[in-house]
Structures are given as C-alpha cells and as structure tokens.
C-alpha cells in the first residue's frame, strides 16, 4: 500500500475531495469517512457503468451494496474502505449509487498521472 486516501461524503451530496491524484500501478486504500444521516457507498468504474448501477439501485433501493471489490457503502456517521489498485494513466470516475446521489452530484474523479 503506497498510500491512504480518506474522503468524506456528505448529505449536500458531495465528496471532499471529488479529485485525488494517484500514479499509475499505484495500490491505494481509500477510506470513505460518511459525515451525514443518510447512506452513502463510493463505487470506482467508468461513467456508463455507474449510470447503470445507479439505475438498478433506483429500481431496487433494498438489494444489498457495499460488497463488491469496487464499492464500499458506509452508514451513517461511519466510515468504511477499499483498497484499489490504479492502472494506466487516465480519469477513474467514482460516485455514490444511492438513489438520486450521483444526480444530484455525488460524484469524483481520480486522475491517474
């Protein structure tokens, strides 16, 4: 682990930092620290993949989240981590999937440089 990125979620629907440089081949733990009321998760992959997971957990907000080697959800005043490993140079989005989260712009970048 080269380093620990921490970045809080909030419920005005954002993330601090929503851009955090990385190198690439670089093997980070990223802690999501959840400052709000509300779930939030953080979920890594390109934007159409987002949209879509976004989409299902609008048409089944009970299904499990949070345990997929990409995401992690965090309750309330929690926090929660994933440890990811960067590729080739590039923009990795993330966002948080919540229903209405990532429209409302609970979203960030990762640049890979």
């Not at 440089?21 to 779930?39: A, F, M």
């Not at 159409?48 to 976004?54: C, I, M, T």
């Amino acid at each position: 682990m080269s380093q620990t990125i921490r970045i809080l979620a909030d419920d005005k629907m954002r993330f601090t930092p929503d851009v955090v440089h990385v190198k690439p081949g670089e093997t980070v733990r990223i802690v999501v620290v959840n400052q709000g009321r509300t779930r939030h998760e953080l979920t890594i992959g390109i934007q159409s993949e987002l949209e879509e997971h976004a989409k299902m957990m609008a048409a089944m907000p009970d299904m499990p989240n949070g345990q997929e080697p990409n995401m992690v959800a965090v309750a309330p005043q929690g926090q929660g981590e994933l440890i990811w490993r960067f590729g080739k140079p590039g923009t990795v989005p993330f966002a948080c999937t919540m229903p209405g989260h990532m429209q409302r712009g609970m979203i960030g970048r990762f640049i890979v440089d």
